[in-house]
């Protein structure tokens, strides 16, 4: 009888796991939380809209005390990330964003769909990464194409500080406009690339020198840049090469 009730109690105890569906790396980070604190920040937090919750901590607040705190400098700091590792999320600032959001589910006794968030996570990863790809080939083509001495043109987006800017993933589309954009022509001086271990974070860069430029106040990257300076490209990028 004594045998049938601690199976009885272990059942129960494995039951509430898989019904609450957190898992224990979770339920730390939760309890870390509660422990350091204080009740008038947690009912605040609590409080909140999850989106406002969310954002108003994300930067600064509770997400920075944690990518601080927990997800670097603590003892549990390597086992949190693997955990995450081993469900595809590799950035620290996503890693907090799913503690914040899966605490302030739990303060209000709400499922936490932790799967849910994963699947959001890839959907808004997924277009970003195929731009890196397109980025990756776009890079590599044009490392080819052009050999040292060829001249080339380039034409850049400019901001309103009429500086060029390097449009980011996934928004690298852009229209070449005459009136302020910039177009350099240019010689290659040299040519390299580095990697970071896998061929996907090969980097390809040219070094130029301007020949010519439409637009001569106009800074590259808030740097002056005159006819007849030096200059390192990065072939990653949403500027437009051509041949002259």
Sequence with gaps: MKFLIILLFLFSVISCVEEDGIPSELTFTFEYLD????????????????????LDNHRFGIGLFLRNNLLRHHEESDNLCNFFYSIEI?????????IMTSYHRSLLDEDIELDQQILENKEYYKPINECKNQLNNKALNIYNKYEVNDTIN?????SES???????????????????DLSINAMILDKYSTNNKSKSNFYYFFQVRVLTKNHLETEILMRPVYVGDELRVALKSSWIFSSL
Excluded at 35 to 54: Q, T, V
Excluded at 154 to 158: A, E, G, L, W
């Design 154 to 158: 380039i034409k850049m987006p400019v």
């Design 35 to 54: 422990e350091n604190l204080d009740g008038e920040k947690i009912n605040a937090f609590k409080n909140k809209s999850e989106d406002k919750a969310i």
């Design 162 to 180: 009429n500086s060029v800017i390097d449009h980011l993933c996934p928004n690298i589309d852009w229209d070449y406009d005459e009136t302020k």
């Design 90 to 98: 590799y950035s620290y600032d996503d890693m907090s964003s799913i």
